[in-house]
């Protein structure tokens, strides 16, 4: 099976080189100051669960060929990502996006078709460095996928059974993609929000006061989600009560993290969306219009050059 994988950064660079571990043939279609760090170092992975260092193929272009396109960009990338991507997806790819939220499923669908697009989510701290190393944080390695039609005797079962299950990366194709994916943004949407609004990671809003609303926003996102028809299990709200109730977490948003280093961030796709679902049944939506309105101001003093420095 031929793997493209779009860049060859945090997400992209971790399960493509675990792939590559696995004997599956994979390329990086990546920009040309990547395409020269793997060249001149080749692909480097630091992780707890065993590192990564190897010679890679790069491409400047996508083209035919190719079984699965692994997407893994940014949301604001979406538009520029799916123009890369075309070529491959178009002489028979299938295309596994492991973006935040559920913005993407709508354009991806719209240009590729549903037949072509996987729903996927990542389960995976970690970072690339400016020198082009990617750092994995912690042990989260999972990668779960699956076709939109549910069905399990497909390319994404095979895939799946490709990659398989080690000590590196658990990859496993589900028949309920769709509602792994609303679980994911119904936590993520919280942990957003709240680490935005108040610039701070759930242990410290805990001891600040700020369980009930932690707690408030994730009642409102498990509603959205089940007016959309994807209730949460209440085992899964059990531990999201819990981890949002913790003093001690350290737990925050990848959102928060590119707004205190200076970058843009991904609200409009996630924070946004989700205001504009909850209004679409009628959930209350004045928590999410806030931590929206909190992100465009960012971005309008961002835009003008006006924020502090960092580092």
């Not at 190897?54 to 400047?60: F, G």
């Not at 973006?99 to 989510?121: E, K, Q, S, Y």
């Amino acid at each position: 099976m031929r793997i493209l994988v779009l860049g060859a950064g945090a997400l992209g660079g971790y399960f493509g080189g675990r792939a590559l571990e696995r004997g599956l043939d994979v390329a990086f279609l990546v920009r040309p100051r990547r395409a020269e760090q793997l060249a001149r170092d080749g692909l480097v992975v630091e992780s707890p669960l065993g590192d990564i260092r190897r010679q890679v193929t790069t491409l400047a272009a996508a083209g035919p060929g190719f079984d699965v396109v692994l997407l893994s960009c940014k949301a604001y990338d979406l538009d520029g990502a799916i123009a890369a991507i075309r070529p491959a997806v178009e002489a028979g790819a299938c295309v596994l996006p492991v973006l935040n939220g559920l913005a993407h499923m709508d354009a991806l669908n719209a240009v590729f078709g549903r037949g072509r697009v996987w729903g996927g989510l990542a389960k995976c701290q970690a970072t690339l460095t400016e020198a082009g190393v990617v750092k994995h944080l912690g042990d989260w390695r999972w990668l779960t996928f699956g076709e939109q039609d549910g069905r399990m005797d497909g390319r994404a079962a095979a895939l799946a059974a490709a990659l398989g299950s080690s000590h590196g990366l658990e990859a496993e194709a589900v028949p309920d993609i769709a509602r792994r994916m609303w679980e994911k943004l119904v936590h993520l949407g919280t942990v957003a929000a709240g680490t935005v609004l108040m610039r701070a990671n759930v242990g410290e809003i805990v001891r600040a006061g700020g369980r009930d609303f932690l707690l408030t926003l994730l009642e409102r996102n498990a509603a959205i989600a089940a007016a959309h028809g994807h209730a949460m299990t209440s085992q899964f709200l059990e531990s999201y009560r819990a981890l949002f109730s913790d003093p001690a977490s350290a737990y925050t948003a990848s959102m928060l993290r590119d707004l205190e280093a200076g970058g843009r961030t991904e609200a409009e796709h996630i924070l946004a969306w989700l205001t504009e679902a909850a209004r679409r049944v009628e959930v209350p939506t004045e928590l999410h219009a806030l931590a929206v309105l909190h992100a465009r101001a960012y971005d309008e003093r961002r835009q003008a050059g006006r924020l502090p420095a960092t580092g």
